[in-house]
């Protein structure tokens, strides 16, 4: 058997698509985007990005509806360009889920430290500088094999515990915006709003990091059992729902009344300056465990449906094909995927810098060519149903285009938000590496 069961319905792709976009991301980088650029340049980074990512998504919401196949990206590089680039934008997605997979599983031990700072026990080593604990790496690794399991214990599981989890996130997000409502005219005085253009340019190429996981959707759709029109609805629903989430928490952390300097997670630390409660900073946090499960479990999914598709064309080995017989899933391309989680949380807290920037890039290169195929497939399949028509056609295709190029160009060395050298590069060249190790490997065996 080589098919996927369909088994979601029409909600479980909408809160599939949100969860795997709102991860621990919001916990820790909206901090990190006002201390780089001011909550005001923050805020524009954040516009731009998002409108970057909503053009973007047009192309995937009417391919993804046109196209309802497993490894969403790969169907549709392949089917406009050939297996070469296929491979390339396959390859390229799957690093940005393994990135978020190992960011997850590093970020979880953080959470915990934060709310039980006694949790920390057991030092093993640094990594760049960060004192990593026995503790740490244990708690990933077995959340790791949980969140495994459930995955290939069948989706329709693992969305269910996706959507408990995403009621905590919406709990949290509304008491953070709603302490920043509250005390909206009580703006610090020592705020720096505005750090200049350049620092606006350093924070939006962390934003393609926030936002992936819409694609998310069309990587599960041959799972859908809803009409192919909405899978476009539910993926450019969940992206609407993703851009006002994030824009409202920068906002909130930005203006919020408390010091930066010693901040552990801002987020956190901005809810509870605003309620003037440890415990509300708390049950922020707790909630954040919650969107760390989301988004670990959207991109277990959508990365090993994406392995799947390339193993099921003979781009990858034959083994990562397989699909569990009682269960209908992908169980050797969800145990890969995993399996890089177990062993994430051996790099320690500062690691996450490295895999944010080295991920976010490798997705940049995939919406390039998923908006490069919305164009070919427009021309060279005019007749092709669409039950979900982006606007514009053509003309906002191009500009799904340029708006992934600029991207792009953000991440390479003579961009002031360049890569860094050896690591970031390192971790992009490995990975790259590795494709074509498999790829000569699955041609041998073909």
Same mark, same amino acid.
């Given at each position: =058997?080589?098919?996927? %069961?369909?088994?979601?319905?029409?909600?479980?792709?909408?809160?599939?698509?949100?969860?795997?976009? &709102?991860?621990?991301?919001? =916990? &820790?980088?909206?901090?990190?985007?006002?201390?780089?650029?001011?909550?005001?340049?923050?805020? #524009?980074?954040?516009?731009?990005?998002?409108? *970057?990512? #909503?053009?973007?998504?047009? *192309?995937? /919401?009417?391919? /993804?509806?046109?196209?309802?196949?497993?490894?969403?990206?790969?169907?549709?590089?392949?089917?406009?360009?050939?297996?070469?680039?296929?491979?390339?934008?396959?390859?390229?997605?799957?690093?940005?889920?393994?990135?978020?997979?190992?960011?997850?599983?590093? *970020?979880?031990?953080?959470?915990?430290?934060?709310?039980?700072?006694?949790?920390?026990?057991?030092?093993?080593? +640094?990594?760049?500088?960060?004192?990593?604990?026995?503790?740490?790496?244990?708690?990933?690794?077995?959340?790791?094999?949980?969140?495994?399991?459930?995955?290939?214990?069948?989706?329709?599981?693992?969305?269910?515990?996706?959507?408990?989890?995403?009621?905590?996130?919406?709990?949290?997000?509304?008491?953070?915006?709603?302490?920043?409502?509250?005390?909206?005219?009580?703006? !610090?005085?020592?705020?720096?709003?505005?750090?200049?253009?350049?620092?606006?340019?350093?924070?939006?190429?962390?934003?393609?990091?926030?936002?992936?996981?819409?694609?998310?959707?069309?990587?599960? /759709? +041959? +799972? =859908?059992?809803?009409?192919? $029109?909405?899978?476009?609805?539910?993926?450019?629903?969940?992206?609407?729902?993703?851009?006002?989430?994030?824009?409202?928490?920068?906002?909130?952390?930005?203006?919020?009344?408390?010091?930066?300097?010693?901040?552990?997670?801002?987020?956190?630390?901005?809810?509870?300056?605003?309620?003037?409660?440890?415990?509300?900073?708390?049950?922020?946090?707790?909630?954040?465990?919650?969107? &760390? #499960?989301?988004?670990?479990?959207?991109?277990?999914?959508?990365?090993?449906?994406?392995?799947?598709? =390339?193993?099921?064309?003979?781009?990858?080995?034959?083994?990562?094909?397989?699909?569990?017989?009682?269960?209908?899933?992908?169980? !050797?391309?969800?145990?890969?995927?995993?399996?890089?989680?177990?062993?994430?949380?051996?790099?320690?807290?500062?690691?996450?810098?490295?895999? @944010?920037?080295?991920?976010?890039?490798?997705?940049?290169?995939?919406?390039?060519?998923?908006?490069?195929?919305?164009?070919?497939?427009?021309?060279?399949?005019?007749?092709?149903?669409?039950?979900? %028509? /982006?606007?514009?056609?053509?003309?906002?295709?191009?500009? *799904?285009?340029?708006?992934?190029?600029?991207? @792009?160009?953000?991440?390479?060395?003579?961009?002031?938000?360049?890569?860094?050298?050896?690591? +970031?590069?390192?971790?992009?060249?490995?990975?790259?590496?590795?494709?074509?190790?498999?790829?000569?490997?699955? $041609?041998?065996?073909?």
């Amino acid at each position: =058997m080589n098919s996927l %069961k369909q088994s979601l319905g029409r909600l479980d792709a909408l809160f599939l698509g949100f969860g795997a976009m &709102i991860g621990w991301g919001w =916990m &820790i980088l909206a901090g990190v985007a006002v201390d780089q650029a001011g909550v005001l340049g923050a805020g #524009l980074a954040f516009l731009i990005g998002s409108i *970057a990512i #909503l053009v973007i998504g047009f *192309a995937y /919401a009417e391919l /993804a509806s046109a196209l309802p196949f497993a490894g969403g990206e790969h169907a549709y590089t392949e089917r406009a360009f050939g297996r070469l680039v296929s491979f390339v934008c396959t390859w390229s997605i799957i690093f940005g889920y393994v990135s978020v997979v190992a960011f997850e599983a590093i *970020a979880l031990p953080v959470a915990v430290a934060y709310i039980f700072p006694g949790f920390k026990i057991f030092p093993l080593w +640094e990594v760049a500088g960060y004192q990593v604990h026995a503790s740490e790496a244990a708690l990933g690794a077995v959340a790791a094999i949980v969140i495994t399991g459930l995955n290939i214990l069948g989706v329709r599981l693992a969305v269910r515990v996706q959507t408990g989890a995403l009621v905590l996130i919406f709990m949290a997000g509304a008491i953070l915006i709603g302490g920043g409502l509250i005390n909206f005219g009580t703006v !610090p005085a020592e705020l720096e709003a505005w750090k200049g253009l350049g620092s606006v340019f350093s924070v939006i190429i962390i934003v393609p990091f926030l936002f992936v996981g819409f694609d998310v959707i069309p990587q599960s /759709a +041959e +799972e =859908m059992n809803t009409p192919r $029109r909405y899978i476009g609805r539910a993926l450019m629903g969940s992206l609407v729902l993703a851009v006002i989430f994030y824009l409202a928490i920068v906002f909130s952390v930005g203006f919020a009344p408390f010091d930066r300097q010693d901040a552990v997670l801002a987020t956190a630390d901005a809810a509870g300056a605003y309620w003037t409660s440890d415990k509300v900073a708390a049950f922020v946090v707790f909630a954040g465990i919650g969107g &760390i #499960l989301t988004s670990w479990n959207a991109f277990l999914i959508g990365g090993s449906r994406a392995v799947f598709a =390339m193993a099921r064309s003979k781009q990858l080995p034959g083994f990562l094909a397989k699909i569990h017989p009682a269960y209908g899933t992908p169980w !050797p391309a969800i145990a890969l995927i995993g399996g890089v989680s177990i062993f994430a949380p051996l790099l320690g807290r500062n690691a996450l810098v490295w895999i @944010v920037n080295a991920g976010a890039f490798a997705i940049s290169i995939t919406y390039v060519f998923v908006a490069a195929a919305f164009l070919q497939l427009r021309r060279k399949e005019p007749e092709l149903e669409r039950p979900f %028509k /982006a606007p514009a056609g053509t003309v906002l295709g191009s500009i *799904a285009v340029i708006l992934g190029l600029g991207l @792009v160009a953000l991440y390479l060395p003579w961009s002031p938000s360049a890569l860094s050298w050896p690591v +970031e590069w390192g971790l992009v060249g490995a990975w790259y590496g590795l494709g074509a190790v498999l790829a000569l490997a699955a $041609r041998k065996h073909a």
